[in-house]
């Protein structure tokens, strides 16, 4: 089955600064790579996704990036807020299966 | 609409004691999830439904039971709880079609003692 890791565990970074999170996934079928946001005590919430015939996708602050050579996909988050402080969550799946893996996820801390 | 909700929110279980959490959807979702979460190790599958009516094994399925008798409702069992169960429970749904966001709900916190 797909297999995705996250990197890194913990990311802590000041106010302005840009944050990358990474992840590598297995199976070359998966073609579908949501990130999600965790806020303290909520479910997660989808922020952006990608599908494996894009390579780059923006939406405002937040990018995400894919290699499907490599089989890794990051998110770029420039200018961080505070707000912005959360466990994200990369996930990769075949389209249309429905069932997504998750990684381990990343808590992201922004320091004012 | 109220998307995704989760009952109940908090709950204190003794070993050996069952329960059943419920999981509701007013978004007209065909398939719907239970995962737990544990810290560092992400968001793991126990059982999901592709329709009303139909169940499948996630990733860790042992100590669960599931039911979908109606579209809108999944329900999580837990027949004889263990303090490994001690977990966050999050339920979550999505639409079939070419839209595969997860909506998730905000998540039961289960204590076994």
């Known amino acids: 089955g797909e297999n995705v890791e996250q990197h890194p565990s913990t990311l802590s970074v000041q106010e302005g600064d840009s944050a990358v999170i990474k992840c590598t996934y297995s199976?070359?079928?998966?073609?579908?790579f949501p990130w999600y946001k965790q806020e303290l005590g909520k479910g997660p919430q989808l922020i952006i996704d990608i599908r494996s015939n894009v390579g780059e996708k923006k939406d405002q602050r937040i990018a995400v990036t894919l290699n499907k050579t490599a089989k890794h996909f990051s998110l770029h988050i420039t200018e961080t807020q505070p707000e912005d402080s959360a466990v994200y969550f990369c996930a990769a799946s075949k389209g249309g299966s429905y069932i997504p893996t998750f990684g381990r996820g990343t808590s992201l801390i922004v320091h004012p | 609409n109220a998307g995704v909700t989760q009952t109940p929110k908090f709950r204190v279980l003794k070993t050996g004691q069952s329960m059943t959490l419920l999981c509701a959807q007013d978004m007209n979702h065909e398939y719907m999830y239970w995962y737990r979460q544990d810290p560092g190790m992400g968001l793991r599958l126990i059982h999901y439904?592709?329709?009303?009516?139909?169940?499948a094994k996630g990733e860790v399925p042992d100590g669960y039971n599931v039911s979908r008798l109606k579209k809108q409702n999944f329900l999580l069992g837990l027949e004889s709880a263990a303090p490994s169960q001690t977990s966050v429970y999050f339920c979550?749904?999505?639409?079939?079609?070419?839209?595969?966001?997860?909506?998730f709900g905000p998540g039961t916190r289960l204590l076994v003692l």
């Open positions: 979550a749904s999505v639409a079939s079609g070419v839209q595969e966001t997860q909506y």
């Open positions: 199976d070359s079928a998966s073609n579908y």
């Open positions: 439904s592709v329709g009303e009516g139909t169940t």
